[in-house]
C-alpha cells in the first residue's frame, strides 16, 4: 500500500521559514517525480512545486518562485519543501503527490497518481 507522509507544518509568523517533508512507502520512490500542491480555505488545490524523480529538474508556480525550495533525497525516499519568506497568503495545508512519470514536473493535478493527507502551514503573526 502506497503512503505518503507530510510533516513539518505549524504556525509560523511571517517572514518566518519552515521545511516541509514527505516521507514515502509502498512505492518505489526513485523513479517518481514529486510535486507539493497546497489548498487554502475556501480556494481550489493548487500547484506549487515539483521535482522530476532524479532531481534534475524543478518547476515552481510564480507566487512562490524565489521564496520556495523544492527537493528530495531518494536514500530516505523523502522530499522536501523549504519556505522562506512566508506570507499570510502562503496559510494552507500542504500536500505531496507522486507521479508515475519520471520525467514530469507537471502542474496538473490528475497526473499524480498518489497523494498524501496534507500538513497545515498557518502564517499569522
Known amino acids: 500500500q502506497v503512503q505518503l507522509v507530510e510533516s513539518g507544518g505549524g504556525l509560523v509568523q511571517p517572514g518566518g521559514s519552515l521545511r516541509l517533508s514527505c516521507s514515502g512507502s509502498?512505492?518505489?520512490?526513485?523513479?517518481?517525480?514529486m510535486a507539493w500542491f497546497r489548498q487554502a480555505p475556501g480556494k481550489e488545490r493548487e500547484f506549487v512545486a515539483a521535482i522530476t524523480s532524479t532531481g534534475s529538474e524543478t518547476s515552481y508556480a510564480d507566487s512562490v518562485k524565489g521564496r520556495f525550495t523544492v527537493s528530495r533525497d531518494n536514500t530516505k525516499n523523502a522530499f522536501y519543501l523549504q519556505i522562506a519568506s512566508l506570507k499570510a497568503e502562503d496559510t494552507a495545508v500542504y500536500y505531496c503527490a507522486a507521479n508515475r512519470n519520471s520525467y514530469s514536473t507537471s502542474n496538473y493535478s490528475p497526473r499524480y497518481n498518489f497523494w498524501g493527507q496534507g500538513t497545515q502551514v498557518t502564517v499569522s503573526s
Open positions: 509502498g512505492l518505489t520512490f526513485s523513479v517518481y517525480s
